[in-house]
């Protein structure tokens, strides 16, 4: 079944440090792969996201290439705030897939240290 | 910013009380979810509904039940509440496209006392 696998955290980074967040995946097909992020107390807001290999998403310094050929969708941002600091969660989502196709990982908490 | 409501955002309630979060959405979104999420911070969903009279269970069996008799409304209730039910409770929603995103609402902590 599909599957999407991110790195462990917590991470802790001192501000304007550069971050990288792993994640990669498995899924038949062209899945559409998302960026949540998710601060103390809220629910989840949709952060960036593609939809086919080689696109870039982007949003609030924040990036993620959509790279087929090793099933990856890493987040990176050049230089991080402490308002950075939340749990991030990678997904995706393609047609057919089960419970309509959205798969979650686990979440990587983000902790930055001014 | 999505239009997805979950109440009440906070509830604390003792052992053996009937319960429902609400979740109400005003974007006409066919699809709805419920996720129950751990205090590690994993999501596991529990329920979801591909539209009115449509409910299935997720990949997390849950105690809860739901229903779905109007697009915009997806309440979960708990019959008889107990204190391993203790957990933040998420609501969804997404639109017809199989590669859309998902908007979520705020959450309910859940507090079984």
């Known amino acids: 079944g599909d599957s999407v696998t991110q790195m462990e955290g917590p991470v802790t980074l001192s501000e304007e440090a550069f971050l990288t967040i792993n994640c990669t995946y498995t899924a038949t097909g062209y899945p559409s792969l998302f960026w949540y992020v998710q601060y103390p107390g809220e629910g989840l807001q949709l952060l960036l996201k593609a939809t086919k290999a080689d696109d870039k998403g982007s949003n609030k310094g924040f990036e993620a290439t959509y790279r087929k050929e090793t099933t990856s969708f890493h987040l990176e941002k050049g230089s991080v705030q402490v308002s950075d600091s939340a749990v991030y969660f990678c997904a995706l989502r393609r047609p057919g897939g089960g419970a309509d196709g959205l798969t979650f990982g686990k979440g990587t908490h983000l902790i930055i240290q001014p | 910013e999505a239009d997805i409501y979950q109440t009440p955002r906070y509830l604390v309630i003792g052992t053996g009380k009937k319960i429902t979060l609400e979740c109400s959405q005003t974007?006409?979104?066919?699809?709805m979810y419920w996720y129950q999420q751990d205090p590690g911070m994993e999501l596991h969903l529990i329920h979801y509904?591909?539209?009115?009279?449509?409910?299935e269970k997720g990949d997390l069996s849950s105690e809860s039940t739901v229903s779905r008799i109007r697009t915009e409304h997806f309440p979960l209730t708990l019959e008889s509440a107990r204190p391993s039910h203790t957990s933040q409770y998420l609501c969804?929603?997404?639109?017809?496209?199989?590669?859309?995103?998902?908007?979520f609402g705020q959450g309910t902590r859940l507090t079984v006392v």
């Open positions: 969804a929603s997404s639109g017809a496209g199989a590669r859309t995103e998902a908007f």
């Open positions: 509904s591909y539209g009115v009279n449509s409910t």
């Open positions: 974007m006409g979104h066919d699809k």
